[in-house]
């Protein structure tokens, strides 16, 4: 009962909001400048994750076409083939291979100076599917040096195990507002705030807790609400670079906090070529329902490694050579653009199964990307 | 009353003030955005990628929310 009254609630609370940012937004700035609609624009891209025992590939489309005046349309398809050992999986399993397909599909309507976007996403694999609703609107104010975004998505997901007819719900529900401003001619920065809250089954059925050395199913609680707070910064110098700096702090009620910050420093190499660099590191304290080893049953238990004290960095290279800009074509532009990453992760409370020493592994991330501006 | 009915109204009040407000002059005039037109100067210049990352985060890490990624999908375990 207490299931269906916090959908209900939240389905209701979703048609109100809709309807009323809609009439706002509409109504509000009728006389402003005019926004403008992402380019009509084709990516091909495939991508590459391997670490920690586990390999995820695959290729990637996004295609987004419009009328230049009122609508763009936009549709993705997105592939992972997945191979997994990972520590968790070896301690209380075996190695298992999975496909997971993500389909997308949205429209942009620009009205005056507001642009609204709804879109659906569906994610598909053997025992997780996801089916998500997204409303975003953005509107720029004080002759497009501010721009405002608010957005919310709906989610329910359905979890299952691949060898017996386990079955649970999740429901999901993230609200996010941004706001970028531009400062000055060559500095622009933006903040942003998204709560996500979750209600349902939010424990992995694959994995376990251990007490006293001995393994038992983990159970998680069935409520989660998050914060996540954002700062962006971009700023051109005269070198023909800019420099990225961004910053989230992240807190939630399974007492998670982290901070996660990334700098990037992208130039110009020549007229064509444009090379990016950057770090990021991540850092989180445990779940309060966290263990590596309980000394004792507790009502909710778990040793997933992304609930425990750890701390990640990535090293990033990106290359984008632009290919052609031909205003007669049908492509009027293109770019190629490789990138991979390097991720090291180190946790302080989780321990690899077999020695008892504390857990480390190195990843690497790929991608590889063709885009087309027609 | 609950935090995300706070929430739900803190999002309307936030358009209400921002009513009328565009009538404001920029103090960045439009032919002063040249720099800010180039792509090294998008925080989203290649979305497909950014995507990718933060899936690959979110999956691996116990915080979510405020990036790029709305979708859903484990691959995770």
């Known amino acids: 009962m207490n299931h269906l009254t916090f959908n209900l609630n939240h389905k209701t609370q979703q048609i109100i909001l809709s309807l009323l940012l809609i009439g706002l937004f509409t109504f509000n700035c009728e006389m402003s400048e005019a926004a403008v609609l992402a380019d009509d624009r084709a990516d091909i891209m495939t991508h590459y994750y391997s670490g920690g025992n586990v390999t995820a590939q695959g290729p990637a489309l996004l295609v987004r076409k ?6 763009s349309i936009f549709a993705s398809y997105y592939v992972d083939n997945v191979t997994s050992a990972s520590i968790d999986v070896e301690a209380q399993a075996s ?19 507001t ?8 994610s598909e694999e053997s025992d997780y599917l996801s089916d998500n609703v997204n409303l975003d609107m953005s509107q720029e104010f004080f002759g497009g040096t501010t721009t405002f975004n608010i957005g919310y998505s709906a989610a329910t997901d359905t979890v299952k195990r691949v060898d017996n007819d386990f079955n649970e719900e999740l429901n999901r529900y993230r609200y996010r507002l941004g706001l970028s401003q531009i400062l000055t001619p060559n500095w622009i920065t933006s903040f942003g705030f998204e709560s ?7 424990s992995n059925p694959y994995r376990s807790a251990r007490v006293l050395g001995a393994y038992v199913p983990e159970l998680s609680p069935s409520t989660r609400t998050s914060e996540a707070y954002s700062i962006r910064s971009l700023t051109y110098f005269d070198w023909r670079g800019s420099v990225r700096f961004d910053y989230r702090a992240y807190t939630d009620t399974w007492g998670i906090q982290s901070d996660t ?3 990037g420093v992208s130039k110009y190499l020549g007229s064509k070529n444009i090379l990016e660099i950057s770090y990021r590191t991540y850092s989180q304290n445990k779940a309060n329902f966290y263990s590596d080893n309980f000394s004792a049953e507790m009502v909710y238990m778990a040793r997933d490694k992304e609930l425990s004290t750890f701390t990640d960095t990535t ?8 290919m052609f800009e031909n205003d007669n074509g049908f492509f009027s532009k293109g770019t190629f653009t490789s990138s991979i990453g390097l991720i090291q992760f180190d946790y302080d409370d989780f321990t690899h199964y077999q020695t ?3 857990y480390s592994y190195k990843a690497t991330v790929a991608q590889i990307l063709l885009s087309l501006w027609f | 009353m609950s935090y995300f009915t706070k929430l739900n109204l803190a999002f309307i009040g936030i358009s209400l003030l921002l009513t009328g407000c565009s009538s404001l002059e920029p103090w ?25 990352f933060s899936h690959v985060y979110e999956v691996r890490e116990g915080a979510h929310g405020g990036g790029t990624s709305v979708g859903g999908g484990c691959g995770c375990n």
Do not use: C, W
Request: hydrophobic content about 30%; proline content about 4%.
């Open chain 1, 261 to 263: 910050v990334e700098i």
């Open chain 1, 66 to 71: 419009g009328n230049d005046k009122s609508y």
């Open chain 1, 315 to 322: 090293i990033k290279a990106k290359y984008t050579y632009h």
């Open chain 1, 356 to 358: 008892g020493e504390k």
């Open chain 2, 28 to 52: 960045v005039q439009p032919y002063e955005r040249e720099i800010l037109a180039d792509p090294i100067m998008s925080f989203a210049r290649e979305p497909s990628i950014d995507s990718h």
């Open chain 1, 196 to 202: 996500i809250a979750e209600k349902g089954y939010l």
């Open chain 1, 95 to 113: 190695e298992y291979t999975e496909k997971r397909d993500e389909t997308a599909l949205g429209v942009d309507y620009l009205y005056n100076d």
């Open chain 1, 115 to 122: 642009i609204t976007s709804i879109s659906y996403n569906s």
